[in-house]
């Protein structure tokens, strides 16, 4: 398994196909189980009810060459560093911003995680008064919050420490309580800022 | 040149590379002269000067195979088709979703150039108070139009015609004054708009 900045995750599968191709898959194992998969979901059961419309961004990639003989086909691209975030949309006309972010840290989430483009990307989105959030899962504990991206932004600017203590997450954020439809009922908690700001 | 389903054109470059590979380069020939470029450069500019964050999104690409030998490089990939918009973001806080499309007819915007996910997208923001928008630029005038998703989806919902006049868009929306930076200042509609709604 192989880790990039971009935050994705690509597994080698076990179809061999030449020596040096092998099928692609992604994988969310860096984000605990399916922290991405559970936002996605949750944001189709706000979409269904029309409560709001959070999109999954497209991962951003640099096309090289493509074969044009039948339907275009791409044979050479990269991965680009993600200079956003995971999700973006609408909340009641207000512009929202999410992270996810998955940490197998006991102790505290790294600020590491997030990457100097994507701080600038959250505090541009702030500036311009949308709201910006991070979902951060600590798989150990099986607990997963929301968090104001101000919350991580403040802490960044004004503490020594390069990561932020599990313990402190009760205090900045709020427990996202998981269920089976939507899986992570995360929108109470942006109701909430949207209401105060 | 090849024009595809989700909006974009790909030239064959003329540096043949082998029998059915060709160097790749996008273009944006069938938005006029530079229409998406125009718009990205306006809105580093808004960036720049702090008046909002509109982005980019990134062309949804479905990735099939990847090659691990060095860096992850990817030997197979599909364009999917566009289900969204091209660009989104924020301005005072406020939700901003913005399709470009340039039409080289004389007389009229044909509908068939917006999909049908497209519409429903549109319809969604809407529904949770996002503002959308059109960019249609008319190549044949050289007029450039920024119009409400709204006023399209309502002709398209109440007109038995298949496509917009080019006289009507002088009363369904504004014309955009092209300028050195930006080079097409469209915020102050999306400003108008935002304030009445």
Redesign the interface.
Known sequence: M?K?SNGLT?K?SKTK?SS?????S?SSANRGMNLEEDIIQSNEYY?RN?M??I?K?????Q???????K?????????SEKS?TDF??????????IEAKSTHSKSSFPLSNITKKQFEHLE??I????LAFFIIEFVKHAKTYIVEARQIIDFKNNEERKSIPFAQFEEIGREIKRGFSPRLDYLPFVDEIHRNS
Chains 1, 2 share one sequence.
């Open positions: 192989i990039y690509y080698k196909l040096n191709k092998v099928a692609f992604f979409l029309k709001a419309l999109y961004r497209p991962t951003p990639i096309v090289v060459k493509v074969d044009y003989q339907s275009p086909k791409i044979t050479e691209a990269y991965f956003t973006n949309g609408v909340y009641q006309g207000r512009y929202i911003d541009n989105v500036e311009q008064g949308g």
